[in-house]
């Protein structure tokens, strides 16, 4: 069955970097477009970032645009993202998804946390 699973999160402190990866198994990785969605405390999960299936087009949101590069490996069946100036409204639970389109969502993972805090 389809797997995506998150690792990487953890708790940094403001100005702080990291990189989450996920680990997709049960579909054709390389077919699907790949992405990240986040969730904060009390509000609604957010888009964050999109990858097409080559790696060829990536789309942000505004928030993190600059901040944040999503990225893939085929080869390894993983996609990351890599975090940089991170900001305390930057604390959420990160999900990965994949997608037969570049803007569909057809799976979702089951979230890393991070957290931002000094």
């Known amino acids: 069955q389809v797997q995506l699973v998150e690792s990487g999160g953890g708790l940094v402190q403001p100005g702080g970097s990291l990189r989450l990866s996920c680990a997709a198994s049960g579909f054709t990785f390389s077919s699907y477009a790949m992405g990240w969605f986040r969730q904060a405390p009390g509000k609604e999960r957010e888009f964050v970032a999109r990858?097409?299936?080559?790696?060829?087009?990536?789309y942000y949101a505004d928030s993190v645009r600059g901040r944040f590069t999503i990225s893939r490996d085929n080869a390894k069946n993983t996609v990351y993202l890599q975090m940089n100036s991170l900001k305390p409204e930057d604390t959420a639970v990160y999900y990965c998804t994949a997608g037969t389109a570049f803007m569909r969502t057809d799976y979702w993972g089951q979230g890393t946390q991070v957290t931002v805090s000094s």
């Open positions: 990858i097409s299936w080559s790696g060829s087009s990536t």
